[in-house]
């Protein structure tokens, strides 16, 4: 059965926030995004809707509360508006009686409540004021005020619907410890309280409370430190002060009794809470408060809690991070939870993700909820985020690629470069094959907006079943389903590699995937690099290997591949020679020898013959290679806004500049 949960969010003008809108909020949610990009502002804003438990005076915000980004801030009207709407209460009269007045919406049911934050008053222009008053006035807080309504009345008042539809916060457990030993503050304290003890039972153990401490004080030595104490106060302060110390170890009263009860960690009560580790001590007043949320349900004191916790890893080992989480997303259904922990989003449902980032507009939002995957690409998706600690959640850009071979090269060609992906937050992701369409559907539009690019093989030639242009064909169906038909077609119109025409066209091709992010090579990532990097292809296999016939093998190989046309058989017996040894293993050592190359040297002595094509518009075009570098080249101008490589005109030298 589906319980009551939020279905979508929209935050203007509030702290990291210009205009946020997520529209799918999925159910549970895992929010997750680097530190400072306002994932608990996200839920401070939900708790100035609907947290019973936050006074009005906070819901006045000050001026630390308003995005930086808004010219003026408060003095210039500023409006701060936090609409959240809640689904999943069509079975549930009660919910429906309780949200009448602010249901917008019956299939499916769905209400929703809005915080507004503006001026009484609007604020005058400069010449208005100036007019008016002879100088500006500026509004200040206090000419602000708030309202909460459900709905689209503004006079639907949901002060009595926060009361039984309320959000409870759970901190980030940084330090619960000093919450545990102070009763005001101790969940403990709201589970006792309401226990219904026996009143004979509490008055017979007070009884034993006092003849206990009548025992122990009865001791003369403990009579002669209280009478020395007593003597000492009386010199200091003397008789005005009446107080006499008095040692006991509780308060023998049956309704303060209660009071002394303390949770211990061992069924000794020896260990106290403040005795155990920081994490464990964190889990504790977790488990205390979620234990009061389960009690106040049976009572019935709430139509519906959502609850949200706030970074629960903290001070917890990578394998509690990921037990505490799916027993959370076990027992709370409507669970909103916030984390910077790759642990935890590792093992988080691929539908389950807001992933907030920080831009130059305020944070933005994205959210997987949308996301039209088979059951199983869900599965196998979950499995890679897990098995890659989900770096692909906290990337700035993705570049997905077939194997290792590109995982290696790709980095190594971007440090040569002077383009530090690490640095800049780029992410390469292995797709382990050539089935990219899960993670460009999880990166895309309907899934995490995450700047993406695919780089595949060409696989131009026949293969064993005949079949040619593999590459093409799997990029056109990564496409819109317009451009796809068109580009099968032209695709299958392709002439014999022998034709002159041919290479021109099938650029023409890739220039048009490449509009959608997807680089296409000519062949294999070894081969296609051979004409641009002969000496380190050699040299990395060389230090791999002392066999002779496998260095001539894979040395003809790298010559062939700048002959014409290319002897298919010279091929593949250099790229056999590289399989035996490992592919990942021969690109790993081959990026120690590329990410040192001078490549705006190499690039432009390239013969531009080696790609075949004859209508050049940037020099990346020289070369069967150039995917690779026009793949970097559009994750450098999406990152840092400028191309990967500044190129000096034709006939002058790099040092000329």
Same mark, same amino acid.
């Given at each position: 059965?589906?319980?009551?949960?939020?279905?979508?969010?929209?935050?203007?003008?509030?702290?990291?926030?210009?205009?946020?809108?997520?529209?799918?909020?999925?159910?549970?949610?895992?929010?997750?995004?680097?530190?400072?990009?306002?994932?608990?502002?996200?839920?401070? +804003?939900?708790?100035?809707?609907?947290?019973?438990?936050?006074?009005?005076?906070?819901?006045?915000?000050?001026?630390?509360?308003?995005?930086?980004?808004?010219?003026?801030?408060?003095?210039?009207?500023?409006? =701060?508006?936090?609409? =959240?709407?809640?689904?999943?209460?069509?079975?549930?009269?009660?919910?429906?009686?309780?949200? #009448?007045?602010?249901?917008?919406?019956?299939?499916?049911? /769905?209400?929703?409540?809005?915080?507004?934050?503006?001026?009484?008053?609007?604020?005058? @222009?400069?010449?208005?004021?100036?007019?008016?008053?002879?100088?500006?006035?500026?509004?200040?807080?206090?000419?602000?005020?708030?309202?909460?309504?459900?709905?689209?009345?503004?006079?639907?008042?949901?002060?009595?619907?926060?009361?039984?539809?309320?959000?409870?916060?759970?901190?980030?457990?940084?330090?619960?410890?000093?919450?545990?030993?102070?009763?005001?503050?101790?969940?403990?304290?709201?589970?006792?309280?309401? &226990?219904?003890?026996?009143?004979?039972?509490?008055?017979? @153990?007070?009884?034993?409370?006092?003849?206990?401490?009548?025992?122990?004080?009865?001791?003369?030595?403990?009579?002669?430190?209280? @009478?020395?104490?007593?003597?000492?106060?009386?010199?200091?302060?003397?008789?005005?002060?009446?107080?006499?110390?008095?040692?006991?170890?509780?308060?023998?009263?049956?309704?303060?009794?209660?009071?002394?009860?303390?949770?211990?960690?061992?069924?000794?009560?020896?260990?106290?809470?403040?005795?155990?580790?920081?994490?464990? +001590?964190?889990?504790?007043?977790?488990?205390?408060?979620?234990?009061?949320?389960?009690?106040?349900?049976?009572?019935?004191?709430?139509?519906?809690?959502?609850?949200?916790?706030?970074?629960?890893?903290?001070?917890?080992?990578?394998?509690?991070?990921?037990?505490?989480?799916?027993? &959370?997303?076990?027992?709370?259904?409507?669970?909103?939870?916030?984390?910077?922990?790759?642990?935890?989003?590792? =093992?988080?449902?691929?539908?389950?993700?807001?992933?907030?980032?920080?831009?130059?507009? #305020?944070?933005?939002?994205?959210?997987?909820?949308?996301?039209?995957?088979?059951?199983?690409?869900?599965?196998?998706?979950?499995?890679?985020?897990?098995?890659?600690?989900?770096?692909?959640?906290?990337?700035?850009?993705?570049?997905?690629?077939?194997?290792?071979?590109? &995982?290696?090269?790709?980095?190594?060609?971007?440090? +040569?470069?002077?383009?530090?992906?690490?640095?800049?937050?780029?992410?390469?992701?292995?797709?382990?094959?050539?089935?990219?369409?899960?993670?460009?559907?999880?990166?895309?539009?309907?899934?995490?907006?995450?700047?993406?690019?695919?780089?595949?093989?060409?696989?131009?030639?026949?293969?064993?079943?005949?079949?040619?242009?593999?590459?093409?064909?799997?990029?056109?169906?990564? /496409?819109?389903?317009?451009?796809?038909?068109? &580009?099968?077609?032209?695709?299958?119109?392709?002439?014999?590699?022998?034709?002159?025409?041919?290479?021109?066209?099938?650029?023409?091709?890739?220039?048009?995937?490449?509009?959608?992010?997807?680089?296409?090579?000519?062949?294999?990532?070894?081969?296609?690099?051979?004409?641009?990097?002969?000496?380190?292809?050699?040299?990395?296999?060389?230090?791999?290997? @002392?066999? +002779?016939?496998?260095?001539?093998?894979?040395?003809?190989?790298?010559?062939?591949?700048?002959?014409?046309?290319?002897?298919?058989?010279?091929?593949?017996?250099?790229?056999?020679?590289?399989?035996?040894?490992?592919?990942?293993?021969?690109?790993?050592?081959?990026?120690?020898?590329?990410?040192?190359?001078?490549?705006?040297?190499?690039?432009?002595?390239?013969?531009?013959?080696?790609?075949?094509?004859?209508?050049?518009?940037?020099?990346?075009?020289?070369?069967?290679?150039?995917?690779?570098?026009?793949?970097?080249?559009?994750?450098?101008?999406?990152?840092?806004?400028?191309?990967?490589?500044?190129?000096?005109?034709?006939?002058?030298?790099?040092?000329?500049?």
């Amino acid at each position: 059965m589906v319980s009551l949960h939020f279905s979508r969010i929209e935050v203007t003008n509030f702290r990291n926030f210009r205009h946020l809108v997520i529209d799918r909020f999925p159910s549970p949610a895992v929010i997750v995004g680097e530190n400072g990009v306002g994932k608990s502002n996200l839920l401070d +804003a939900l708790r100035l809707v609907l947290d019973p438990a936050l006074p009005d005076s906070r819901r006045l915000l000050r001026a630390e509360d308003i995005w930086d980004g808004f010219p003026g801030g408060l003095a210039a009207g500023v409006e =701060v508006t936090v609409v =959240v709407e809640l689904q999943g209460y069509d079975d549930d009269e009660d919910a429906k009686g309780l949200l #009448g007045g602010c249901t917008i919406g019956t299939s499916p049911y /769905t209400a929703r409540l809005t915080y507004r934050f503006a001026p009484r008053r609007p604020a005058n @222009t400069e010449k208005e004021q100036g007019e008016a008053t002879g100088d500006t006035q500026p509004l200040t807080s206090q000419d602000y005020d708030f309202v909460v309504f459900g709905g689209l009345d503004e006079g639907e008042d949901v002060r009595s619907i926060r009361r039984d539809v309320a959000i409870r916060i759970l901190p980030a457990l940084r330090d619960a410890e000093s919450d545990l030993q102070s009763w005001r503050r101790n969940p403990l304290r709201e589970l006792l309280e309401h &226990l219904p003890l026996d009143p004979a039972n509490l008055k017979a @153990t007070a009884d034993a409370v006092a003849s206990a401490v009548d025992q122990l004080t009865a001791d003369p030595s403990i009579d002669t430190l209280q @009478t020395d104490l007593g003597s000492r106060l009386d010199d200091m302060l003397g008789p005005r002060l009446s107080v006499e110390p008095t040692l006991g170890f509780t308060s023998s009263q049956p309704d303060e009794l209660v009071r002394a009860v303390r949770l211990f960690v061992d069924a000794d009560r020896r260990r106290a809470v403040s005795e155990s580790s920081l994490g464990s +001590a964190n889990i504790i007043y977790l488990a205390l408060l979620l234990e009061v949320l389960r009690r106040q349900r049976i009572d019935d004191q709430f139509v519906a809690t959502l609850v949200a916790v706030e970074e629960p890893e903290a001070h917890l080992h990578v394998a509690l991070q990921r037990k505490l989480f799916h027993y &959370l997303l076990r027992s709370e259904p409507s669970l909103v939870l916030t984390t910077h922990s790759p642990h935890i989003a590792a =093992v988080t449902p691929v539908k389950s993700f807001v992933v907030l980032r920080a831009t130059a507009d #305020g944070s933005v939002g994205a959210s997987t909820a949308d996301l039209t995957l088979a059951p199983q690409q869900a599965e196998d998706l979950e499995r890679y985020i897990d098995v890659s600690r989900a770096e692909i959640l906290f990337a700035a850009a993705v570049i997905l690629v077939e194997g290792l071979a590109e &995982l290696y090269v790709l980095p190594s060609l971007a440090k +040569a470069a002077g383009f530090d992906l690490d640095g800049h937050g780029v992410i390469v992701a292995s797709a382990h094959g050539t089935d990219f369409r899960p993670f460009h559907e999880l990166l895309g539009d309907r899934g995490l907006r995450t700047p993406h690019f695919i780089v595949t093989d060409g696989d131009s030639a026949p293969n064993k079943r005949g079949r040619v242009e593999a590459g093409l064909k799997r990029a056109a169906a990564l /496409t819109p389903i317009a451009e796809h038909e068109s &580009l099968k077609e032209r695709i299958a119109a392709l002439p014999n590699q022998a034709d002159a025409d041919y290479w021109n066209q099938r650029r023409s091709i890739c220039e048009k995937l490449e509009t959608f992010g997807i680089f296409v090579g000519a062949e294999t990532l070894e081969a296609d690099v051979c004409p641009v990097f002969p000496s380190e292809m050699e040299e990395a296999f060389n230090e791999l290997t @002392t066999s +002779a016939p496998a260095r001539a093998d894979v040395r003809n190989g790298i010559e062939n591949e700048t002959a014409s046309p290319v002897d298919a058989d010279i091929r593949a017996a250099m790229l056999s020679r590289f399989s035996a040894r490992g592919k990942g293993r021969y690109a790993q050592r081959l990026a120690s020898h590329l990410e040192k190359a001078n490549l705006i040297e190499r690039l432009n002595d390239t013969d531009p013959a080696d790609s075949g094509t004859t209508e050049l518009t940037t020099p990346y075009d020289n070369l069967r290679a150039g995917y690779l570098f026009r793949a970097l080249d559009a994750v450098s101008q999406a990152i840092r806004t400028e191309p990967l490589l500044k190129f000096p005109p034709r006939g002058q030298d790099a040092d000329e500049q």
